[in-house]
């Protein structure tokens, strides 16, 4: 994240009711004010909702002022943000197998873009966006969202994919280095048949997936180093080497690790910590 101009930045992560807490992680309020910031924003292996209240920004350079309420697929690398103007956000971040059991759309068609609410030609969509960009302020949108939720989930019951899904997603979180064999044991399901579900619910394949966490992983515990020094990272989440993690990360963050921990600086000094790990964590 760098910036370019003076501006004002507050953040706010709400959590979900009880109820959504499978579906959704979190919620966040993000309101900047200023001429100009820009930001490198990481995947996450999460799909996402996002509601420009205020100024859309540019992604990848590409500004499209008609998309302030959108479902964001699944990125395999960084994507590059402007914001120019005054921003008010509010995004949705789902568990990773959350979004096609809310869509009733195979989440693959969604990668690497984001895609207007109204484009789905669901009606439901479309009143959704409504309200929410038209609510007094961001805790009446937020109820607004959840209780669109309940009642599309209510719909359409709870997938016959959920529990194993579930417990494959905690296990890349807890085994970063898991092979897709031992994946497949866990889910109880073939290798061809987990990537057809990992495809379908979560937008990318479980070799993907696993890339993904391992790499956001990395990123998190370099939060924590005060030097360059990335031993236990390799060790810890299975890359070969340093040129693994290298190349791995660079195609993840759009920089190299040594690049990163300098990134990390500039956002202490700028006060951006708290909503940097609000959008990662």
């Known amino acids: 994240m760098f910036v370019q101009k003076p501006y004002s930045l507050n ?9 959504l807490q499978p579906f959704v992680h979190h919620y966040w309020v993000m309101r900047a004010q200023g001429n100009e910031m820009g930001m490198s924003i990481m995947p996450t292996g999460c799909m996402k909702w996002m509601f420009h209240r205020g100024t859309p920004f540019a992604i990848n350079g590409v500004l499209d002022t008609s998309k302030v309420a959108t479902i964001c697929g699944q990125y395999m690398q960084a994507a590059h943000v402007n914001i120019v103007g005054d921003a008010d956000l509010i995004f949705v971040f789902f568990r990773p197998y959350a979004m096609k059991m809310i869509t009733d759309i195979p989440c693959h068609l969604f990668e690497d873009d984001n895609i207007d609410m109204e484009d789905l030609e669901q009606p439901d969509f479309a ?3 409504r309200m929410v960009l038209d609510s007094q302020d961001a805790l009446a949108a937020i109820r607004i969202i959840e209780d669109f939720l309940l009642r599309r989930l209510a719909d359409r019951g709870e997938s016959v994919y959920l529990r194993q899904l579930m417990t494959a997603c905690r296990q890349i979180d807890l085994h970063p280095d898991i092979s897709l064999n031992s994946l497949s044991d866990t889910a109880c399901l073939s290798e061809r048949q987990l990537r057809r579900v990992f495809l379908d619910y979560m937008g990318m394949s479980p070799k993907q997936m696993i890339r993904t966490k391992r790499c956001y992983l990395a990123s998190k515990m370099m939060q924590q180093l005060t030097e360059y020094d990335f031993s236990e990272i390799i060790n810890h989440l299975g890359f070969t080497d340093h040129s693994h993690l290298y190349k791995e990360f660079k195609i993840f963050a759009g920089m190299s690790p040594s ?11 700028h006060n951006l910590i708290r909503g940097y790990r609000a959008y990662h964590d």
């Open 11 to 19: 953040s706010q992560i709400i959590m979900p009711s009880a109820p």
């Open 127 to 129: 009143l959704l966006k």
């Open 259 to 269: 690049d990163y921990l300098r990134h990390l600086s500039d956002i202490r000094q």
